[in-house]
Nanobody
Framework: VQLQASGGGLAQPGGSLTLSCEASGLPFGRSVMGWFRQAPGKEREIVAAMTNWSGGVRYYGDSVRGRFTISRDNAKNTVSLQMNTLKPEDTAIYYC???????????????WGQGTQVTVSS
């Protein structure tokens, strides 16, 4: 599976950005697509993830719940992350991921994109 992410950049605090990711070579069947992020000096953490079964089950990390929204187009094998009310602490490299199950552990995700930088600063 190859993942191509886009949409990162610079935003002001309180602003919005949308990340998108397209997967190629995604096997038929159940899969989870989502996003992790890693800020300088910090561990990688899950941002959001979504299944392609049960109508699309979503998981959000505590720090983004209520501000970010994940969506998925199963026909196009794409996942998007709408980020609203951005904070400076959202600054990180964001990675698109694919895995077989909905978990918070980075090691459970088998495919990773190249990462896209999100910077929130005035």
């Amino acid at each position: 599976v190859q993942l191509q992410a886009s949409g990162g950049g610079l935003a002001q605090p309180g602003g919005s950005l949308t990340l998108s990711c397209e997967a190629s070579g995604l096997p038929f069947g159940r899969s989870v697509m989502g996003w992790f992020r890693q800020a300088p000096g910090k561990e990688r953490e899950i941002v959001a993830a979504m299944t392609n079964w049960s109508g699309g089950v979503r998981y959000y990390g505590d720090s983004v719940r209520g501000r970010f929204t994940i969506s998925r187009d199963n026909a196009k094998n794409t996942v998007s992350l709408q980020m609203n009310t951005l904070k400076p602490e959202d600054t990180a490299i964001y990675y698109c991921v694919v895995g077989p199950k909905l978990t918070t552990a980075a090691s459970d995700y088998t495919s990773w994109g190249q990462g896209t930088q999100v910077t929130v600063s005035s």
